[in-house]
């Protein structure tokens, strides 16, 4: 065995066992789990164009194909490493070169880089994540969409800064989640658009004099297009960045959700509980029972926001080029964040699944605690006239006694009214009992919401139509991505095993 087959020609040492340790090791390892069939895929791909090119013969690819065939077919196992190179790739090619010499197994890599070569396949990696990604968040969305029509009419109390501000329903927070959701959607779509361009053909940095057909090799591994710009191409990882973002901003949203339903989960509230499976228990108070689920997840968001601030790190205050920490290093935080999104967001969709709720402490809630104060405030507007600051004078007098007197929203009167009217303003207001018990109740309040983005309920079921066809275009764009690899895929193959048809 030649020492050029080892790639260690231009240094005289070993690799330190320290470096092995804290680097090649790891390094190798993950690429052996997340590239290796994206790399089978790419040496057939740049087997087929130097083919066409005529940059290799046909007898020399005939013999080439084959053994990558054979060694996809094994499996990441069959390649012997020792982790003393640093890339999965010096392992591929010595294997290569074993089997069929340094004369046609060398030929292989012709008008190529490990640059390139790397940089295309943690690309198709991360762009397989995404659509798993992609895939798990979109059953979430239907899961939420489902439980917005089941919920449309359940009252509770909305709230901001952590106080009973206006009725709501459970189903409107839920439908409030699902578009935020839903923007996480086109956040990944955009990542994953930078992610699918291919930088094969870049060479180590500004592509080579044979004439490659970078296009050509684009569309057979799935891509949109090339990454047009040598440098650029193995120079950036901004789609790897904009990955770690992204999954940064859905995860920071799933923690939010998920503090909500911790808190109305806890005996104070009551409104929630979750499944017994996602739920643990005290080792000596026999009444507990822990959202574990909830505060795993919580923490899985601030994983996921710290591999985004590790890529990130990675990344600042390197040059703008080809380097390990800014490119490479990257890609362990990158698919380390994915992998814990795509766990969560099945997760959360069981614990959503599983959830119950105690609707008549969620609608007694509401009426306990003055939620409906704003549209008393609008019902004197419009049967008086008044303006909006002076009926919110007036209620907010009205609120002040009853709490004071420990009396709840449903105890305030016509004659309440009237008294603060006459000592603000001095004119009562003869209110019809009708309009303030209409006024007061959460229910009979929601119904008016009808202004576009309110919670009434005829307003509510059509924006679940009009979200469930959304839902189901985004479906479609992200199945239709998965058919264009899948065709891009097997007709690689089919062309590879055409080109070198077995013995």
Same mark, same amino acid.
């Given at each position: 065995?030649?020492?050029?087959?080892?790639?260690?020609?231009?240094?005289?040492?070993?690799?330190?066992?320290?470096?092995?340790?804290?680097?090649?090791?790891?390094?190798?390892?993950?690429?052996?789990?997340?590239?290796?069939?994206?790399?089978?895929?790419?040496?057939?791909?740049?087997?087929?164009?130097?083919?066409?090119?005529?940059?290799?013969?046909?007898?020399?690819?005939?013999?080439?194909?084959?053994?990558?065939?054979?060694?996809?077919?094994?499996?990441? %196992?069959?390649?012997?490493? %020792?982790?003393?190179?640093?890339?999965?790739? $010096?392992?591929?090619?010595?294997?290569?070169?074993?089997?069929?010499?340094?004369?046609?197994?060398?030929?292989?890599?012709?008008?190529?880089?490990?640059? %390139?070569?790397?940089?295309?396949?943690?690309?198709?990696?991360?762009?397989?994540?995404?659509?798993?990604?992609?895939?798990?968040?979109?059953?979430?969305?239907?899961?939420?969409?489902?439980?917005?029509?089941?919920?449309?009419?359940?009252?509770?109390?909305?709230?901001?800064?952590?106080?009973?501000?206006?009725?709501?329903?459970?189903?409107?927070?839920?439908?409030?989640?699902?578009?935020?959701?839903?923007?996480?959607?086109?956040?990944?779509?955009?990542?994953?658009?930078?992610? %699918?361009?291919?930088?094969?053909?870049?060479?180590?940095?500004?592509?080579?004099?044979?004439?490659?057909?970078?296009?050509?090799?684009?569309?057979?591994?799935?891509?949109?297009?090339?990454?047009?710009?040598?440098?650029?191409?193995?120079?950036?990882?901004?789609?790897?960045?904009?990955?770690?973002?992204?999954?940064?901003?859905?995860?920071?949203?799933? $923690?939010?959700?998920?503090?909500?339903?911790?808190?109305?989960?806890?005996?104070?509230?009551?409104?929630?509980?979750?499944?017994?499976?996602?739920?643990?228990?005290?080792?000596?108070?026999?009444?507990?029972?822990?959202?574990?689920?909830?505060?795993?997840?919580?923490?899985?968001?601030?994983?996921?926001?710290?591999?985004?601030?590790?890529?990130?790190?990675?990344?600042?205050?390197?040059?703008?080029?080809?380097?390990?920490?800014?490119?490479?290093?990257?890609?362990?935080?990158?698919?380390?964040?994915?992998?814990?999104?795509?766990?969560?967001?099945?997760?959360?969709?069981?614990?959503?699944?599983?959830?119950?709720?105690?609707?008549?402490?969620?609608?007694?809630?509401?009426?306990?605690?003055?939620?409906?104060?704003?549209?008393?405030?609008?019902?004197?507007?419009?049967?008086?006239? !008044?303006?909006?600051?002076?009926?919110?004078?007036?209620?907010?007098?009205?609120?002040?006694?009853?709490?004071?007197?420990?009396?709840?929203?449903?105890?305030?009167?016509?004659?309440?009214?009237?008294?603060?009217?006459?000592?603000?303003?001095?004119?009562?207001?003869?209110?019809?009992?009708?309009?303030?018990?209409?006024?007061?109740?959460?229910?009979?309040?929601?119904?008016?919401?009808?202004?576009?983005?309110?919670?009434?309920?005829?307003?509510?079921?059509?924006?679940?139509?009009?979200?469930?066809?959304?839902?189901?275009?985004?479906?479609?764009?992200?199945?239709?991505?998965?058919?264009?690899?899948?065709?891009?895929?097997?007709?690689?193959?089919?062309?590879?095993?055409? !080109?070198?048809?077995?013995?």
């Amino acid at each position: 065995m030649t020492e050029a087959v080892n790639l260690r020609e231009r240094v005289k040492e070993p690799p330190s066992p320290l470096l092995v340790e804290s680097y090649y090791r790891g390094s190798v390892a993950r690429a052996q789990h997340h590239v290796f069939a994206h790399e089978m895929w790419v040496h057939l791909a740049h087997g087929l164009m130097l083919e066409r090119q005529g940059i290799i013969t046909r007898d020399a690819m005939a013999q080439i194909l084959p053994e990558i065939i054979a060694m996809a077919d094994a499996g990441p %196992d069959a390649v012997p490493v %020792d982790y003393r190179q640093e890339d999965l790739y $010096s392992y591929v090619e010595k294997l290569i070169i074993q089997k069929l010499g340094p004369d046609i197994g060398g030929r292989l890599h012709t008008g190529r880089s490990r640059n %390139d070569l790397n940089a295309t396949t943690w690309r198709m990696a991360l762009r397989t994540e995404l659509l798993a990604v992609l895939a798990l968040l979109a059953d979430l969305r239907q899961t939420m969409l489902a439980l917005v029509e089941e919920h449309i009419g359940t009252v509770m109390p909305g709230y901001t800064h952590g106080q009973h501000a206006q009725p709501i329903t459970f189903g409107y927070w839920l439908a409030s989640a699902a578009d935020a959701l839903a923007r996480d959607h086109e956040r990944l779509m955009g990542a994953l658009a930078h992610c %699918d361009l291919c930088p094969l053909g870049a060479g180590a940095l500004s592509t080579t004099a044979f004439p490659l057909d970078r296009a050509w090799i684009a569309g057979a591994l799935g891509f949109t297009a090339p990454l047009e710009l040598a440098y650029d191409a193995v120079s950036s990882r901004d789609d790897a960045l904009e990955a770690a973002s992204a999954l940064a901003v859905m995860m920071t949203l799933l $923690s939010r959700l998920a503090t909500d339903l911790q808190n109305w989960g806890s005996w104070e509230y009551g409104f929630v509980e979750l499944a017994d499976r996602h739920s643990a228990v005290s080792s000596i108070m026999p009444q507990k029972k822990n959202p574990v689920a909830l505060e795993h997840l919580k923490a899985a968001a601030a994983m996921v926001q710290g591999a985004q601030h590790a890529a990130m790190a990675c990344t600042k205050n390197t040059a703008f080029a080809d380097v390990n920490d800014a490119v490479t290093a990257v890609n362990e935080p990158v698919l380390d964040a994915t992998l814990r999104s795509r766990r969560i967001l099945a997760l959360f969709q069981e614990v959503m699944q599983g959830l119950s709720l105690n609707k008549h402490r969620m609608e007694n809630a509401a009426r306990e605690g003055f939620g409906s104060a704003t549209e008393l405030a609008d019902v004197i507007v419009r049967e008086t006239g !008044l303006s909006f600051r002076m009926a919110h004078n007036i209620v907010a007098i009205v609120v002040r006694d009853a709490l004071a007197e420990g009396r709840t929203a449903e105890s305030i009167s016509s004659a309440a009214l009237d008294a603060a009217a006459q000592t603000l303003f001095g004119k009562a207001l003869d209110i019809p009992a009708a309009k303030l018990r209409a006024a007061l109740d959460p229910a009979e309040n929601l119904l008016g919401r009808n202004v576009q983005g309110g919670p009434a309920p005829d307003t509510m079921a059509a924006l679940i139509t009009r979200r469930r066809d959304a839902l189901a275009q985004d479906r479609e764009a992200v199945a239709a991505i998965n058919q264009r690899l899948a065709d891009a895929r097997t007709k690689c193959w089919a062309e590879a095993k055409h !080109l070198a048809p077995p013995p």
